[in-house]
Nanobody
């Protein structure tokens, strides 16, 4: 499975961005997927996850602002980010857990200016 993340960029505080993670190689519709992020000088942290049935979980700091979703027809997972804050600045990585293995995208940089 190859994962291609896109959609990052520079946005002002309060703005929105939508990240996409396109999978190739095989379908990931039966796999759990998610987004992680890593800010400068910090460890990578979980942001949001979605099950194969569409159930979603979020880290407390993004609840009510971020929404994870998936389009199985497009083999793609999304992260809609609203009301962005400077502390959301990080490289965002998509992740798929499939058949006991972890797959990671290359990361996309999100920078939120104050």
């Amino acid at each position: 499975v190859q994962l291609q993340a896109s959609g990052g960029g520079l946005v002002q505080a309060g703005g929105s961005l939508k990240l996409s993670c396109a999978a190739s190689g095989r379908t990931v519709s039966s796999d759990a997927a998610g987004w992680f992020r890593q800010a400068p000088g910090k460890e990578r942290e979980f942001v949001a996850g979605i099950t194969e049935y569409g159930g979603a979980t979020y880290v407390d700091s993004v609840k009510g602002r971020f929404t994870i979703s998936r389009d199985n027809a497009k083999n793609t997972v999304y992260l809609q980010m609203n009301s962005l804050k400077p502390e959301d600045t990080a490289v965002y990585y998509c992740h798929v857990f499939s058949n006991g293995l972890d797959y990671w995208g290359q990361g996309t940089l999100v920078t939120v200016s104050s």
